[in-house]
């Protein structure tokens, strides 16, 4: 597995597969459900709290990826954004980051272009061949079972910034 480039500032997420195993829930009046896993919420705090920015793009919209981005802090939510990579750029744009400070984890086609522009592209173990061979790092945990904090842990611990977090539990 590649190392992380040093300087990555801004993470990018997409949701299902990713945040999710990829499953859609829906119930009897059409009202999607999500399970998400609290090691990535964890992690994402801690992302946060080393200083880092982030932020999620999803080709859907559903009013439970609002809810659980605004429990986490994200505020930077772009949903039913069915070409991801207006989405990607503008995220950029608003929060000043180049490509080179910037990691995408997807897991499905429409995330490539975006893993191909940014400085550290990563998988969930579930992703699609061709996601996978784009990516420098490919989590051992699948969508929704912790993939998202396995790969805040491993940037963060492959970039000397990892020891800060654990210091608060020590
Ligand atoms: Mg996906």
């Known amino acids: 597995m590649a190392k992380p480039p040093a300087g990555i500032e ?5 949701v299902d597969g990713v945040l999710t195993d990829g499953r859609i829930m829906l119930d009897a009046d059409g009202r999607e459900l999500k399970c998400f896993h609290v090691l990535d919420g964890a992690g994402m705090k801690y992302w946060q709290r080393a ?9 859907r919209s559903a009013p439970a990826v609002t809810h659980r981005a605004a429990e986490i802090g994200v505020s930077l939510v772009k949903l039913g954004e069915k070409e991801k990579l ?10 000043k980051m ?3 400070q910037t990691a995408v984890m997807g897991d499905d086609l429409m995330d490539l272009p975006l893993m191909r522009r940014c400085g550290f592209p990563i998988a969930p173990a579930n992703a699609v061949s061709e996601v996978r061979q784009t990516a420098a790092l490919i989590t051992d945990a699948r969508g929704g079972e912790g993939a998202v904090r396995e790969a805040i842990e491993y940037i963060l611990k492959h970039t000397g910034q990892w020891d800060r977090i654990m210091k608060r539990y020590q």
């Open 10 to 14: 801004l993470l990018i997420l997409d």
């Open 51 to 59: 200083g880092k920015r982030l932020a999620i793009i999803s080709g």
């Open 86 to 95: 207006p989405a990607y750029e503008s995220v950029l744009a608003e929060l």
């Open 98 to 100: 180049t490509d080179g």
